[in-house]
């Protein structure tokens, strides 16, 4: 007999057509095709973080952390319990949301910084390896 305690873990559903022009096109390019997608948008702030834009950054993480609550709701998510890094389609959000957090400490938004590390570690914890990697 298998008991649960607490929420399932929530799995995104793949984005194939993003993962690809990834590969062929420019991040802005990407989020214009697909601005739904976390993954554009946290590619995005990635881009601006290691440009030195560091307000750039915040604001397109920003975007993907709300494109991703988005995408988790409409998979089942409740508010609360895992979204599991080792699951692919995930990392989007969890990348987006990793560089808010670092990016809010990075312009002096202290209290979002610890929301945000919180949250990224109830999601789950091992995420931070992977983004800091």
């Known amino acids: 007999m298998h008991i649960s305690i607490g929420p399932e873990a929530t799995h995104l559903p793949d984005e194939p057509e993003v993962r690809a022009l990834i590969e062929s096109a420019a991040p ?3 989020a214009r095709r697909h601005p739904q997608s976390p993954l554009a ?3 995005l702030a990635e881009l601006a973080w290691t440009e030195g ?10 975007v993907g952390y709300h494109r ?5 709701r409409r998979a089942g998510w409740r508010g609360k319990g895992p979204v599991p890094a080792s699951h692919e389609p995930n990392r989007g959000f ?7 957090g670092r990016a809010a400490a990075a312009i002096g938004e202290t209290a979002e910084v610890d929301r945000i590390s ?7 914890p091992s995420a931070r390896e ?4």
């Open 68 to 72: 991703g609550l988005d995408a988790l």
């Open 118 to 124: 919180a949250f990224l570690d109830e999601c789950d």
């Open 53 to 62: 834009r560091e307000l750039d950054s915040y604001a397109y993480a920003r």
């Open 130 to 133: 992977i983004f800091d990697a």
């Open 28 to 30: 802005d390019e990407v």
């Open 94 to 100: 969890l990348q987006a949301l990793h560089c808010l």
């Open 41 to 43: 948008w946290a590619r």
